[in-house]
């Protein structure tokens, strides 16, 4: 995954918080999608997250999935898009991050919509998978 992908949302929501005046409007969970709690990055340093998508329970708000070094680069463990379709039938609303698009996609979840993830990804999305069922819109 992308680290400026995953603490960058953080941060904002960490700042929605902070204007709260110390209430918080949100609670950020980082959910692995492997079997491990530690993950790696193109940092090359570990992220720990808080728990993995097996042992997190409970309802989700806003689902969003990080991105990371391109459609050919995804990682996860079996069974986590289907915890990924479910999770995001029950949240409020879900998306991701940039090349986190790519692992929607491979959930169908954006099947018949459109979306938005950066223009090279998108064109590198169109070279290999020309029958694709959602079209990646270019972000610039």
Known sequence: MRTLDLFGPAEVFG???????????????????????????????????????????????????????????????????????????????FGSICTGAFVLAKAGLLDGRRATTYWNWAISSARLESRQSWMPLLLW
């Open 15 to 93: 700042d929605a918080n902070w204007l709260q005046g110390g209430d918080s409007a949100y609670r950020v969970n980082i959910i692995s999608a492997c079997a491990d709690r530690v993950v790696s990055n193109h940092l090359g340093t570990p992220v720990h997250t808080d728990r993995t998508f097996q042992e997190h329970q409970g309802p989700i708000d806003t689902l969003l999935v990080a991105g990371c070094m391109g459609p050919r680069k995804l990682h996860y463990e079996s069974g986590f898009l289907d915890w990924l379709r479910l999770q995001s039938s029950r949240s409020r609303r």
